[in-house]
């Protein structure tokens, strides 16, 4: 590691402790404010600080244990901090504590999330299709769905739910790959596709260069075991 990469380290843990310590000063001077509990507790998940976070949140949960506004945003917040330290089984229990409706849709995407990562393709469906329901435009719920589908087998609905997402976000690069596939797979022109993907998100494409060579090397196998069949035939 160069000294410039270790200065731009330093820089970013400088501020991260900056922006640390304003969360807390601002818990100190309003207490009672349940949103800035959770504020801290987002800071602390997404910076790997998994305990911390789980820590704060409960501590805020015994806190505002009156407050049901309070109990929901923090529940979905602690549910939040277990998915992302990959402990599915809590955060799901977390997940299922929200009953706000302000906050319900977004509980349902994760807990489909929470199930897709746990390979459970059929549970998670059910309530990202529920958490649909509210948002038929939201282009990370029908992405969600499309790589349910995907995983699933069923390459007609997650071509359709991927065709919904990228009208929304047509940049998102993940999403041009995955239909890609798709398109590659039922004899559809894919070119398109897996350009705008590299271009867009040449990281995503680099990481899923693999799975296009196996997906390629299983339709030519299969191309040419048909070949066989119908010349012995």
């Known amino acids: 590691m160069t000294e410039k990469d270790n200065l731009k380290r330093e820089e970013t843990k400088q501020k991260a402790q900056e922006a640390a310590s304003k969360l807390v000063k601002s818990i100190d001077e309003e207490p009672d404010d349940f949103h800035r509990y959770y504020n801290l507790g987002v800071f602390l998940t997404q910076a790997n600080s998994f305990e911390q976070a789980e820590e704060l949140y409960m501590k805020a949960l015994g806190q ?21 330290a990959g402990e599915f089984k809590k955060a799901l229990k ?59 087998g069923d390459f007609k609905h997650a071509a359709t739910y991927y065709d919904q997402a990228l009208q929304a976000d047509e940049k998102n690069g993940k999403y041009q790959f995955e239909r890609g596939l798709i398109a590659l797979v039922q004899g559809e022109e894919e070119t398109d596709y897996f350009k705008r993907a590299k271009d867009l998100d040449p990281v995503y494409f680099k990481k899923s260069q693999q799975r296009l060579e196996d997906i390629e090397k299983f339709i030519q196998t299969h191309n040419q075991d048909s070949k066989k069949d119908k010349e012995n035939n």
């Not at 505002?64 to 992302?84: C, D, I, P, V």
């Not at 059910?126 to 719920?141: E, W």
């Open 64 to 84: 505002f244990k009156k407050n049901k506004q309070a109990q929901n945003t923090l529940h979905y917040g602690l549910g939040n901090a277990y998915y992302e």
């Open 94 to 152: 977390q997940f299922q504590f929200v009953q706000d409706s302000s906050l319900k849709s977004d509980a349902y995407l994760m807990i489909a999330q929470t199930y897709v990562a746990e390979d459970d393709y059929k549970t998670a469906l059910a309530f990202a299709l529920t958490a649909q329901t509210k948002h038929q435009q939201d282009p990370t719920i029908n992405g969600l769905i499309g790589e349910i589908f995907l995983a699933l």
